[in-house]
């Protein structure tokens, strides 16, 4: 086990080395080393931890869509936008309170403000927002806009492979039958489980039957609100074969914590199998549940 892990007994000596620290600068002598020494940790244990966070499984999880990489690059530029003010202002702060903490004798100096300082710190931000948004035009236009979704594939917006369908407090896959119909009896129902082929464009139509949810894809770098009375086109493409969260990042009510799905991804043939035999299992009019119960005894 890793040293800097957090699971193991360093990070309680830390704790209790801070806590010291507290206890010294509160009542003992030589405060201001103690002081020092105290806001000198917090940034290096806050360093220490963000540079270890994808280690400990703290970060982001697993990218497996063609998404991903557009939207981490464009947290990761707004992070290390963030960071550096932060870092800036922090020190400035911390740099006042040291030079200006003694009492000076005489009247203070009463100004009013600048202009000039102003306008700056006001252009600055306006500065960061537009580079911001134009960088995330591109990002989002590949993933949001009509004129890119998939159209060359099994699936389009005319021919989604499944409408997702959210409500109080479930998620439902209705998949279309043998004539792409989602209007007949042979419509195969999934609940919770939202299964794809891999490396495939997945055109799918978003639904709410009820309130405001929020249709999220951690490890697709994929969210989207589920608006009662609106149809929402949407599209992915998963990158490798497993089990990935579909969760509700919308509070929807008291049981918000129950719709916690799951995206499967197989491949095209375990994915053709699959809904085949839901196909064969819901034409049986119950015999191959029967079946299964009978075998497994």
């Known amino acids: 086990m890793s040293l800097l892990n957090p699971s193991n007994g360093w990070w309680t000596a830390l704790a209790v080395l801070v ?60 992070m290390w936008m963030v960071t550096f003010t932060f870092v800036l202002t922090e020190v400035a702060l911390v740099w006042c309170v040291f030079r200006y903490h003694e009492k000076v004798p005489g009247k203070s100096l009463f100004t009013h403000g600048s202009h000039k300082l102003e306008m700056i710190w006001t252009a600055i931000p306006a500065v960061a927002l537009l580079v911001i948004a134009f960088a995330q035009i591109g990002t989002f236009k590949r ?17 989604p492979i499944a409408h997702v369908i959210a409500y109080q407090f479930a998620w439902l896959m209705r998949y279309p039958d043998e004539n792409g119909s989602f209007d007949s009896v042979d419509v195969v129902e999934s609940p919770f489980d939202f299964v794809v ?20 894809l951690p490890n697709l770098r994929l ?10 086109p949407m ?12 969760i509700c990042a919308e509070l929807c009510g008291w049981g918000h914590y129950k719709m916690a799905g799951k995206l499967i991804v ?7 199998a699959w809904l085949a035999q839901k196909r064969a299992e819901l034409k049986s009019n119950g015999k191959a549940d029967l079946s299964n119960m009978e075998e497994g005894q």
């Open 266 to 272: 197989k491949s095209k043939a375990d994915y053709d």
């Open 197 to 216: 082929p891999v490396d495939t464009d997945i055109m799918f139509h978003l639904k709410s039957r009820d309130v405001l949810h929020s249709f999220f």
């Open 19 to 78: 806590a010291a620290l507290l206890v010294l600068v509160t009542f003992v002598k030589y405060t201001r080393l103690w002081l020092v020494l105290l806001i000198g940790l917090v940034p290096v244990l806050g360093v220490w931890t963000f540079v270890k966070a994808p280690e400990w499984g703290l970060w982001f999880p697993e990218d497996v869509s063609t998404h991903g990489k557009g939207m981490d690059q464009l947290f990761y530029m707004i």
């Open 223 to 232: 969210k989207q609100d589920a608006v009662p009375g609106m149809t929402i």
């Open 143 to 159: 993933i949001k806009f009509e004129n890119h979704w998939p159209t060359g594939g099994p699936y389009s917006a005319q021919k």
């Open 235 to 246: 599209w992915f493409k998963a990158t490798k074969v497993g089990e990935y969260d579909l």
